[in-house]
């Protein structure tokens, strides 16, 4: 440790879109600002890779932007970085069979009890109202899938406001998330923020007014802390707080829900779905989103960009059950799920394929699974958590958004802001 820590104003632990948003205001502010971050490189789930063998950036972490959300389209903006739609044909099927969806998501709200739901239950609670199995368990596929949630635990009535929901427009920014990683990042150097990578945090000893956080191998002082690990590693316990925080944060802590997920990306020679060969008869030029009864269930393309990539995806406990799994075996678990559901070779198949790439979320000991859901009475743990130690210890992230976009990039981005200024007295 170092005999005399290096001192700041603010000291950000994290850095992904919640720390670098708090970051940028900060500075901006006039505050001597520095971010520890555990990685070696910033964006946290915000996860661009350029692996060989593949055509172009992808992403292991937030790819869309879902629908139309004002801070990170002003952002990307703002940095001159395009987006695109993402759109196209949805698909389902099993045993070979696929039948086109009018929407995203067949699923909603008509066949559920949702209009006598006055008083939130989970959605497990919720479901076993439910008699047709095929509607139930259509429902929790569909929790598990697309929230990444436990269903013991996520909120029924966030279900069905979702489902209520008129389907918004998807977007990509162009080269990923990572070009406007690179963008706030390159802001923060400019406004003096000093950057600590490969710092993982591993105490914080405070009092009002000053702070010490202990990290591998380095020590800081600041006068106030912003705290924006994922909420996986916040349950994890692995920040020892000294002294301990209240009890009713710890409890808020372990009541909120956060998902697991597994992501996979393979890119192929050719956008072989295309040939009506394998996929009996039907035509998948223009597709988009597959859900398919497989190991890996869903799956998507660039479309309407014209690029040879296949991306995986498996959410919820179906997902935390694969944490022992290395990236090898999941990949060659997704290539098992084509071969289920395209009527194609193996040999054929690996032919095409040029490049692989997988992430386990909960598996990453620095995140400790993706994204979070809401559970019931969500916002009040998420409220108690916004409130400030002493005005020295602050929490942000996208686990701490009250509003739709939880779990997204735009959810961290407003989560920071709004700490940043409430850090700043604004």
């Known amino acids: 440790m170092q005999t005399n820590p290096a001192s700041f104003d603010v000291l950000i632990i994290g850095a992904g879109a919640a720390g670098l948003m708090a970051a940028r205001h900060l500075a901006q502010q006039g505050k001597s600002v520095a971010i520890v971050e555990a990685l070696d490189r910033t964006g946290g789930r915000m996860y661009t890779i350029t692996h060989e063998g593949f055509a172009k950036p992808v992403e292991l972490g937030a790819e869309f932007i879902h629908g139309d959300l004002p801070l990170t389209k002003s952002l990307l903006d703002e940095a001159g970085i395009a987006y695109v739609p993402a759109d196209g044909s949805n698909w389902q099927g099993s045993k ?40 139930k368990a259509a429902m929790q596929d569909y929790a598990e899938g697309y929230f990444a949630a436990d269903t013991n635990r996520s909120s029924a009535k966030a279900l069905c406001e979702d489902l209520a929901a ?99 990306a393979l890119q192929f020679s050719e956008a072989f779905w295309k040939n009506p060969e394998y996929t009996g008869g039907k035509a998948l030029d223009n597709l988009f989103f597959l859900f398919f009864e497989a190991a890996i ?21 179906k997902a935390a059950a694969l944490q022992q799994l290395s990236e090898q075996e999941l990949v060659e678990k997704a ?58 210890l602050f929490f942000a992230g996208e686990a701490l958004h009250a509003g739709a976009a939880i779990g997204t990039v735009e959810g961290a981005l407003a989560s920071g802001l709004a700490a940043a200024q409430k850090m700043s007295g604004q």
């Open 297 to 317: 269930p869903t799956w998507w393309t660039q479309h309407p960009q014209q690029d040879a990539l296949l991306t995986g995806w498996m959410g919820g406990p």
């Open 335 to 392: 290539i098992a799920s084509l071969l289920q559901i395209f009527a194609i070779n193996e040999e054929r198949l690996r032919g095409l394929l040029q490049g692989a790439a997988a992430h386990n979320w909960s598996a990453d000991p620095y995140f400790h699974g993706a994204y979070s859901y809401e559970v019931v009475d969500g916002h009040r743990h998420i409220n108690t958590l916004l409130e400030p130690e002493d005005n020295t």
């Open 96 to 135: 070979g069979e696929f039948t086109q969806q009018e929407s995203f998501a067949e699923e909603d709200e008509s066949g559920l009890p949702c209009d006598t739901l006055e008083k939130d239950i989970t959605v497990a609670q919720f479901l076993a109202q439910v008699e047709d199995p095929e509607e």
């Open 166 to 264: 008129e389907y918004e427009e998807q977007y990509r920014p162009v080269g990923g998330y990572r070009p406007l990683v690179q963008y706030l990042e390159a802001q923060c150097r400019e406004m003096g923020v000093a950057f600590f990578l490969e710092q993982a945090v591993r105490e914080i000893r405070w009092q009002r007014g000053s702070a010490t956080v202990f990290t591998t191998g380095q020590s800081f002082t600041a006068a106030q802390v912003l705290i924006t690990v994922s909420l996986g590693v916040l349950q994890s316990e692995k920040i020892l707080f000294l002294p301990a925080l209240p009890q009713q944060k710890t409890e808020a802590i372990k009541a909120l829900g956060f998902g697991h997920v597994v992501k996979v």
